[in-house]
């Protein structure tokens, strides 16, 4: 960690808290609040909660705001997971004896569509003194303190590198503790990082060096298939974040199960379906084929591939004559992650004015 960095920052945040205590106290508030709501569960009032309370809890949560519907999301991973199985993986979470490590990798295995900033969040929640909250933000703000090994995707928030990140947060509340400053636990350091930090992070963005960038692009089997996943992931998000109906490895036609597709309903008159297939790394016959069929299914307007720029390459040029040009698009797997997080921001600035009202 650069410790300059981080003392020149702790000094600015204390003298703003000094300065325009109005303005700390009315944020900090907020987070107390939330806090103690989070601190009312137990172990048993967390696996009694009925579906209207799971709402409340989950709707809470910062990690929310990109979803206008929260109730729709909330139906989701009660259908995708079953309700009880949902509840007891969260007490085990929250409340469980074994290591966070272990506790962080079971419930990811475990659980469908809750990810790293949910459950870290939740976590700080519950015992702040322990546990900080692990998104985007917290990476952002690390890489500006030169801290290294940040993760780039999803698959790499495991629960080791989350106690890593733990014990660094505690680190930077060390700091602000002798800095003087009133509060300073891990859900402090995030207000910290948030306000202090992450201008200055954003301001300078943090480049990937060549040593990086040729080890993302050797991954193993293992993690080839995990990024497989998360790039799929994403483009199911994507998909509801602009509106679409948006599923995984759905049967388009006889044959042919594909990865993503996004689905758009036009009155009674039908459907325009797109659809999406993942390549990251092997061979790309199967995409090619299953992309071939896909077309012969009338409601799809396009087929996307989704690769690296060197798949891409190999993909356009042997689909040549085996699927339709016109509709045969293609979309680098970078700029699907770098997509995902942009509508991510945009649907939590909108999101925060509560132009339109939740209801039931």
């Known amino acids: 960690m650069n410790t300059r960095k981080l003392k020149t920052a702790v000094s600015e945040f204390s003298n703003k808290q000094k300065n325009n205590s109005a303005y700390y106290e009315e944020n900090w508030a907020e987070r107390q609040e939330r806090k103690k709501y989070y601190q009312s569960f137990t172990r048993d009032k967390l696996l009694k909660m009925t579906e209207d309370e799971f709402y409340e809890y989950i709707s809470k949560l910062w990690s929310m705001l990109i979803w206008g519907n929260k109730k729709y999301i909330a139906d989701k991973l009660i259908d995708d997971n079953g309700f009880d199985t949902l509840k007891s993986e969260l007490a085990e979470l929250l409340y469980g004896t074994s290591p966070i490590e272990k506790r962080w990798d079971v419930f990811l295995k475990s659980i469908k569509g809750i990810g790293p900033a949910t459950i870290s969040e939740l976590l700080t929640y519950a015992n702040p003194e322990e546990y900080v909250i692990f998104n985007k933000t917290t990476i952002l703000c690390f890489s500006y303190l030169d801290i290294p090994d940040m993760p780039k995707y999803n698959y790499q928030y495991t629960g080791k590198k989350y106690s890593e990140v733990c014990e660094i947060a505690k680190g930077i509340s060390k700091e602000l503790k002798?800095?003087?400053?009133?509060?300073?636990?891990?859900?402090?350091?995030?207000?910290?990082?948030?306000?202090?930090?992450?201008?200055?992070?954003?301001?300078?963005?943090?480049?990937?060096?060549?040593?990086?960038?040729?080890?993302?692009?050797?991954?193993?089997?293992?993690?080839?298939?995990?990024?497989?996943?998360?790039?799929?992931?994403?483009?199911?998000?994507?998909?509801?974040?602009?509106?679409?109906?948006?599923?995984?490895?759905?049967?388009?036609?006889?044959?042919?199960?594909?990865?993503?597709?996004?689905?758009?309903?036009?009155?009674?008159?039908?459907?325009?379906?797109?659809?999406?297939?993942?390549?990251?790394?092997?061979?790309?016959?199967?995409?090619?084929?299953?992309?071939?069929?896909?077309?012969?299914?009338?409601?799809?307007?396009?087929?996307?591939?989704?690769?690296?720029?060197?798949?891409?390459?190999?993909?356009?040029?042997?689909?040549?004559?085996?699927?339709?040009?016109?509709?045969?698009?293609?979309?680098?797997?970078?700029?699907?992650?770098?997509?995902?997080?942009?509508?991510?921001?945009?649907?939590?600035?909108?999101?925060?004015?509560?132009?339109?009202?939740?209801?039931?």
């Open 178 to 360: 002798e800095a003087g400053t009133a509060d300073y636990d891990l859900l402090a350091v995030d207000y910290f990082m948030w306000d202090e930090i992450l201008p200055l992070a954003e301001k300078k963005e943090v480049k990937t060096d060549e040593t990086t960038t040729q080890k993302d692009k050797t991954v193993s089997d293992k993690d080839s298939k995990s990024l497989h996943d998360e790039i799929k992931e994403k483009l199911v998000a994507i998909g509801e974040l602009l509106g679409f109906e948006s599923r995984s490895e759905v049967k388009i036609t006889t044959g042919a199960v594909v990865d993503a597709v996004w689905e758009a309903k036009i009155g009674n008159m039908g459907k325009a379906i797109y659809v999406f297939e993942v390549q990251s790394r092997g061979s790309i016959d199967s995409l090619i084929l299953n992309l071939k069929k896909a077309q012969s299914n009338a409601a799809v307007q396009a087929v996307v591939a989704v690769a690296d720029e060197a798949q891409l390459a190999k993909i356009i040029s042997e689909s040549n004559g085996v699927i339709d040009e016109k509709s045969l698009r293609t979309w680098d797997s970078e700029d699907v992650l770098a997509v995902y997080d942009s509508l991510v921001r945009a649907h939590e600035s909108i999101n925060k004015l509560a132009l339109v009202p939740e209801s039931f």
